[in-house]
């Protein structure tokens, strides 16, 4: 360990970056370092010969075929769990609202009050809520409604109040990332995603909390403080993206995006017991949301069905001139209901993950395995597949983030130091134990294991497997990101869906993954495995 402290400080001193003492006793404390020689020794493992995976134009193939999902109001046949069966009182889906607005039942005004209620009475319970927008939200709620009635309904998100995370631009706002370093930057315009929510009609309330610039899978922040999970408020609600899950969870909206870099929109989903969708790479614009990660961030939607996932993703998705890494062509969406089968998905429940150890506890496995047996009573072809490849990927995915996040924040390291809370200071600060020969081989086994994928990807269509390894933890202790991360790696499209409550109350989880670009297949699986969220 001397050896690495001392290797971090001599590279922490080239880059002009003014590390205390403290920071590398908490560094070593934290264990921020304690997979240095793990990522050797995988590299090791593996072919040095490839392209770095930038280089590799075929990592993410584009499908011939026009992908359909879409939204349907009918409750799927089969369920992970009964206590998924029926919403919360006074909890609906976005699909249920819709219905009413699009009938003048209800006026978007009216559930815009009531959620702006909801959002005064709830956020300071849980610290959900960065920004409330509510006389702008009032301003577009009474908007959709004169359009609506005008007969300019623009579709299911039209009057919809939504809630935004906190790292994407709304103009004229502040965009914190959860950081004091940018509490005082204002947008000067919207994000894409944001703008594209706006294209729909839809009503963005607020801007959530998040661990500070999205770094932790906990809701962990040493400026704005923890966001506490609604099932259990002495538990944690996951991260990055906590104050959106918890909106989303609680009733306070019926939607919101949040970013996954390593799992921060299927982390809380899974904690706070609803429905996270990170699409493939490349699906939806991360124009004018703060960097965490460019090869590793995602952008996507947390919601209480799957059927409002897809909603949201319908939105949001789509080349953007702003983002390049949009701009590879991908199929038009066009909407087709769900109908509750998986018949034809072939889906491997995931046995060794290449560890050797039991992937997570009892009571999660036991749900990932209902899960998969609801698919297999949907129709689904189900078969248990080992996949080593799953633990190099887990090693990998920190080493790209971590690099590319200290570029990201050399900057501010530079100037700014002792304004970043402790957990980020040092965990940023690690990243530089890593050089440019180490973040080109990671590249390279990135290519390799993509491939190696791909080819287990060929006798399956699905995986299902756990979203995360235990229940919730206590308030502000972060998730692990074992299987989350690796899809962030790939790029490929992943959910997260409810799959009941263990014996003390607390949300379980299912994860499935699909090959790039098949989200409708994923959300295909996913609306048979479980049902509207209670």
């Given at each position: ?209 998040m661990s500070e610039f999205a770094y932790s899978p906990g809701s962990n922040n040493a400026h ?165 490849e799953i633990a190099m990927l887990q090693v990998i995915n920190p080493v790209i983030l971590a690099?590319?996040?200290a570029a990201f924040h050399t900057p501010h390291l530079r100037t700014r130091l002792d304004d ?115």
């Amino acid at each position: 360990m001397t050896n690495l402290i001392d290797h971090l400080r001599a590279n922490l001193r080239a880059a002009g970056i003014p590390a205390t003492e403290d920071d590398f006793a908490g560094i070593i404390e934290k264990g921020f370092l304690s997979r240095v020689a793990d990522v050797e020794r995988m590299i090791a493992s593996l072919p040095s010969d490839d392209l770095p995976d930038y280089l590799d134009a075929g990592s993410l193939p584009i499908p011939v075929e026009t992908p359909r999902w879409g939204v349907s109001t009918q409750t799927p046949r089969r369920g992970v769990s009964s206590q998924t069966q029926t919403p919360r009182r006074g909890v609906s889906t976005i699909v249920d609202i819709a219905d009413q607005i699009r009938a003048r039942a209800v006026s978007p005004v009216e559930v815009t009050e009531r959620a702006l209620a909801r959002i005064a009475e709830r956020s300071p319970q849980f610290n959900a809520f960065q920004l409330v927008l509510a006389e702008q939200a009032m301003a577009d709620a009474r908007a959709a409604e004169v359009a609506i009635a005008a007969g300019a309904y623009l579709g299911p998100l039209h009057g919809v109040p939504v809630a935004v995370k906190d790292l994407l631009d709304l103009a004229g706002t502040p965009t914190t990332a959860g950081s004091k370093i940018l509490a005082a930057s204002i947008a000067s315009q919207d994000a894409t995603g944001v703008a594209r929510l706006r294209q729909a009609g839809a009503v963005i309330v607020g801007k959530t909390r998040m661990s500070e610039f999205a770094y932790s899978p906990g809701s962990n922040n040493a400026h704005y403080g923890p966001t506490a999970n609604p099932h259990n408020m002495e538990r944690d609600s996951g991260g990055s993206s906590s104050g959106s899950a918890v909106a989303v969870a609680d009733g306070m909206v019926f939607a919101a995006l949040g970013s996954d870099t390593g799992g921060s929109i299927r982390i809380p989903a899974a904690q706070c017991g609803i429905v996270g969708l990170k699409p493939t790479h490349g699906r939806v614009s991360l124009a004018g949301a703060v960097t965490l990660s460019w090869s590793l961030d995602h952008l996507g939607p947390l919601t209480r069905s799957v059927a409002d996932a897809a909603i949201m993703l319908e939105a949001i998705a789509g080349p953007d001139p702003r983002d390049g890494r949009t701009l590879r062509p991908t199929p038009a969406f066009r909407a087709s209901g769900f109908d509750g089968s998986a018949r034809g998905l072939r889906v491997g429940l995931l046995g060794d993950d290449g560890t050797g150890k039991p992937l997570a506890d009892a009571e999660t496995l036991a749900a990932v395995k209902r899960g998969a047996e609801a698919l297999r009573a949907a129709g689904a072809d189900l078969v248990e597949i080992d996949i080593p490849e799953i633990a190099m990927l887990q090693v990998i995915n920190p080493v790209i983030l971590a690099i590319e996040a200290a570029a990201f924040h050399t900057p501010h390291l530079r100037t700014r130091l002792d304004d970043y809370g402790e957990f980020m200071r040092q965990r940023i600060l690690a990243a530089f134990v890593y050089g440019s020969a180490t973040f080109v081989a990671a590249q390279q086994a990135r290519t390799a294991l993509r491939r190696r994928m791909a080819a287990i990807f060929e006798r399956i269509d699905i995986l299902a497997l756990p979203s995360v390894p235990h229940l919730a933890p206590p308030l502000g202790v972060p998730t692990p990101t074992t299987f989350t991360g690796p899809f962030n790696c790939l790029g490929w499209p992943a959910i997260s869906i409810p799959a009941g409550k263990s014996a003390d109350g607390l949300p379980l989880a299912l994860q499935l993954v699909a090959r790039p670009w098949e989200e409708p297949a994923l959300l295909r699986a996913a609306f048979a495995a479980t049902a509207p969220l209670c």
